[in-house]
T-cell receptor, first 110, second 113 residues
């Protein structure tokens, strides 16, 4: 069974801090990796994707991929209360649909 | 505006009824997907289609059916054979069926009365 694992949280950080979200996956053949943000009662919104080992930065967000260790992480710098949401890690393997983790709930306190 | 629309937003079903959830996209995407989300759970794949007139079962296809007669439309029918259909249903699309990012519609929340 191919799996994507995330700590369910909640992860609590103060406003302005760095939030670090982690995800591990079981299939070494995985090719692409995605982070979605989901507010309560809403659909997931794509915030980052990464295909190659290393870091990818977009504004306050940095995605990090380490294929040898089979983990992908998301860093959120200068966290804001509006970042409070559930973050879903998703992995695409075999070129079809995505395998999702159960998500990590982030709470940013002002 | 380009995007994915789903209707209705809320749907109530009686025991033994079939219901159809609509998903339409005007992004000119080839691939479309249906996922189900239960409280505290990740998304699970029901069906996907990489091209018109072709679709494949996902992990939890039992009790569901789909069609893909047009590129922009991928309706999902929840049949009476689905024993626990109460969930949040999400439709997504991507440019192709490969490793590209997927974009989601707003979802349909189905409740069985």
């Amino acid at each position: 069974q191919k799996e994507v694992e995330q700590n369910s949280g909640p992860l609590s950080v103060p406003e302005g801090a760095i939030a670090s979200l982690n995800c591990t996956y079981s299939d070494r053949g995985s090719q692409s990796f995605f982070w979605y943000r989901q507010y309560s009662g809403k659909s997931p919104e794509l915030i980052m994707f990464i295909y190659s080992n290393g870091d990818k930065e977009d504004g306050r967000f940095t995605a990090q991929l380490n294929k040898a260790s089979q983990y992908v992480s998301l860093l959120i710098r200068d966290s804001q209360p509006s970042d409070s949401a559930t973050y879903l890690c998703a992995v695409n393997q075999a070129g079809t649909a995505l395998i999702f983790g159960k998500g990590t709930t982030l709470s940013v306190s002002s | 505006d380009g995007g994915i629309t789903q209707s209705p937003k809320y749907l109530f079903r009686k025991e033994g009824q079939n219901v159809t959830l609509s998903c339409e996209q005007n992004l000119n995407h080839d691939a479309m997907y249906w996922y189900r989300q239960d409280p505290g759970q990740g998304l699970r794949l029901i069906y996907y289609s990489q091209i018109v007139n072709d679709f494949q079962k996902g992990d939890i296809a039992e009790g569901y059916s789909v069609s893909r007669e047009k590129k922009e439309s991928f309706p999902l029918t929840v049949t009476s054979a689905q024993k626990n259909p109460t969930a949040f249903y999400l439709c997504a699309s991507s440019i192709t069926g490969g490793y590209n990012e997927q974009f989601f519609g707003p979802g349909t929340r189905l409740t069985v009365l």
